[in-house]
T-cell receptor, first 113, second 109 residues
Framework: DAGVIQSPRHEVTEMGQEVTLRCKPISGHNSLFWYRQTMMRGLELLIYFNNNVPIDDSGMPEDRFSAKMPNASFSTLKIQPSEPRDSAVYFC???????????FGSGTRLTVV | GENVEQHPSTLSVQEGDSAVIKCTYSDSASNYFPWYKQELGKGPQLIIDIRSNVGEKKDQRIAVTLNKTAKHFSLHITETQPEDSAVYFCAASRSQFYFGTGTSLTVIP
């Protein structure tokens, strides 16, 4: 298995633009998680899905953030409009459930200028 | 919700020495405790985990201990090597993972 695949690896965008991050989880995993990592706040859970259904989105910082999982093999995290404070590394992870180890992707480094 | 505290935030050891990282958690219902290693520019990688019905688990040079009564768990790395240098995260899980703030480990050759 190729692991959790995220794209793009790096994204530089101007403030106000829409940004879409993509994730392909490991086949067979039924849980998918989006995390944001910054020096100040560490690893923050933004949202997680179980069997493609959003279970907890309390970590989504604002209405500017939205996430979808249209099927078991694909998820997106969208920021519209983007702001400089959204600059961070965004990780996607998948697992068989909360009591199993997560497999993380390589992350998307987002820079909003 | 769960609160996971991790210490120390930075740790430097000489190659060949042991390293110990400690975490405490607040929710007694947490039942799964993984440890992750994150190298520069990469995502966190699971290195070892322990469940609440087990007190200790070993995997070669890495071991994890769990004290449910005291609500703390620790990562032990023996015979450290330069490639062990990374940031290590603990986590406690009930319905979702709650991560510690990370420990930056440097192994000095």
């Amino acid at each position: 298995d190729a692991g959790v695949i995220q794209s793009p690896r790096h994204e530089v965008t101007e403030m106000g633009q829409e940004v879409t991050l993509r994730c392909k989880p490991i086949s067979g995993h039924n849980s998918l998680f989006w995390y944001r990592q910054t020096m100040m706040r560490g690893l923050e859970l933004l949202i997680y899905f179980n069997n493609n259904v959003p279970i907890d989105d309390s970590g989504m910082p604002e209405d500017r953030f939205s996430a979808k999982m249209p099927n078991a093999s694909f998820s997106t995290l969208k920021i519209q409009p983007s702001e400089p404070r959204d600059s961070a590394v965004y990780f996607c992870a998948s697992s068989f459930g909360a009591d199993y180890g997560y497999t993380f992707g390589s992350g998307t480094r987002l820079t909003v200028v | 919700g769960e609160n996971v505290e991790q210490h120390p935030s930075t740790l430097s050891v000489q190659e060949g020495d042991s390293a110990v990282i400690k975490c405490t958690y607040s929710d007694s219902a947490s039942n799964y405790f993984p440890w992750y290693k994150q190298e520069l520019g990469k995502g966190p990688q699971l290195i070892i985990d322990i469940r609440s019905n087990v007190g200790e688990k070993k995997d070669q040079r890495i071991a994890v201990t769990l004290n449910k009564t005291a609500k703390h768990f620790s990562l032990h790395i023996t015979e450290t090597q330069p490639e062990d240098s990374a940031v290590y995260f603990c986590a406690a899980s009930r319905s979702q993972f709650y991560f510690g703030t990370g420990t930056s480990l440097t192994v000095i050759p």
